[in-house]
Nanobody
Framework: QVQLVESGGGFVQAGGSLRLSCAASGRTFSSYDMGWFRQAPGKEREFVAAIRGSGGNLYNYADSVKGRFILSRDNAKNTVYLQMNSLQPEDTAIYYC???????????????????WGQGTQVTVSS
């Protein structure tokens, strides 16, 4: 069982930055594949970024955030981070952290590939 708690959301003007954190419980955090998703009002949950567990260096980003968002993890702190730069109003959403195991490359972007989810943190970007 893994529990995920997101933090770091808030209100920011366009062009600003935020760093989201996702703290995980459990001793096997490093083995989990970790992802970030977001959901805007009236829209489906969409993939943002993911990083493979078990020491892998494979990162995966949605085209809409590539070059602006940076995903990282600190296994010693059981935490994954999402640094969000050059934020735009279309980035406004609830951001969710998710954890899964053995997710293949082609399934990283699918919410159903992840077993554990956090409660979400709101990010609002004003124009």
């Amino acid at each position: 069982q893994v529990q995920l708690v997101e933090s770091g959301g808030g209100f920011v003007q366009a062009g600003g930055s935020l760093r989201l954190s996702c703290a995980a419980s459990g001793r096997t955090f490093s083995s989990y594949d970790m992802g970030w998703f977001r959901q805007a009002p009236g829209k489906e949950r969409e993939f943002v970024a993911a990083i493979r567990g078990s020491g892998g260096n494979l990162y995966n980003y949605a085209d809409s955030v590539k070059g602006r968002f940076i995903l990282s993890r600190d296994n010693a702190k059981n935490t994954v981070y999402l640094q969000m730069n050059s934020l735009q109003p279309e980035d406004t959403a609830i951001y969710y952290c998710a954890a899964g195991s053995g997710i293949d490359y082609f399934s990283f972007r699918m919410p159903r590939s992840y077993k554990y989810w956090g409660q979400g943190t709101q990010v609002t970007v004003s124009s």
